[in-house]
């Protein structure tokens, strides 16, 4: 697609219930990676697929954090039994490949807005 | 470990040129990005460095030493939209590590 789209854009849900956020990176971008973003702090990595494999998971905060990617495209963020400081925007973004010149710029999505009541 | 240092805020004239300055610690250093972020939007690219020096993009301009882990983002003419968060990235082995970017406050 022309950009990276997410899904849902906002989702509210109650403690305690699992929730997938989900990430359609730039088509033929192979290097995909999953941000968070609390109110008013600095990006927080989380995670990032080289294809369909995951170099680099240790920005996980948790057990109950998983992401997969298929196919080499779309990714998909689970988060188990929600807690309130789960509360965020999740931010996905793509690049060509994982490192190299300015061709392999990283660019966001639009975010998916978590709100855990 | 990793540390990127800004400044949390900073406030320009509409028209001045403003310079936000970023130093970094980290391993396995593969380039440096430059990002804006308007308040409740995505990241947006602005540049990227991985040589030392400037890099001109019409009224930006970043600049990397890699010796010093210094880099600056400069901004000219600046315009009431410039007003966001700028946010310095440096590349580790593949992912973007950002600290708490600067709040830049551009005034009539």
């Known amino acids: 697609g022309a950009g990276v789209s997410q899904s849902p854009s906002n989702k509210v849900t109650e403690k305690g219930k699992d929730v997938e956020l989900r990430c359609d990176p730039i088509?033929?971008?192979?290097?995909l990676y999953w941000y968070r973003q609390s109110l008013g702090q600095g990006l927080e990595f989380l995670i990032y697929?080289?294809?369909?494999?995951?170099?680099?998971k240790s920005g996980l905060p948790s057990d109950r954090f998983s992401a997969e990617r298929t196919g080499g495209s779309v990714s998909t963020l689970t988060i188990q039994r929600t807690q309130q400081e789960d509360s965020a925007v999740y931010l996905c973004?793509?690049?060509?490949?994982?490192?190299?010149?300015?061709?392999?710029?990283?660019?966001f999505g639009e975010g998916s807005w978590l709100t855990v009541v | 470990g990793q540390n990127i240092d800004q400044p949390t805020e900073m406030t320009a004239t509409e028209g001045a040129i403003v310079q936000i300055n970023c130093t970094y610690q980290?391993?396995?250093?593969?380039?440096l990005f430059w990002y804006q972020q308007h308040a409740g939007e995505a990241p947006t690219f602005l540049s990227y460095?991985?040589?030392?020096g400037l890099e001109e993009k019409g009224r930006f301009s970043s600049f990397l030493s890699r010796s010093k882990g210094y880099s600056y983002l400069l901004l000219k003419e600046l315009q009431m939209k410039d007003s966001a968060s700028y946010l310095c990235?440096?590349?580790?082995?593949?992912?973007?590590?950002f600290g708490q970017g600067t709040t830049l406050q551009v005034k009539p």
């Open positions: 973004a793509s690049s060509l490949a994982p490192t190299g010149g300015s061709g392999n710029t990283i660019y």
């Open positions: 088509s033929g971008h192979t290097a």
């Open positions: 697929f080289q294809g369909n494999s995951a170099p680099d």
């Open positions: 980290t391993s396995g250093f593969n380039g």
């Open positions: 460095n991985v040589l030392d």
């Open positions: 990235a440096p590349r580790n082995t593949g992912k973007l590590i």
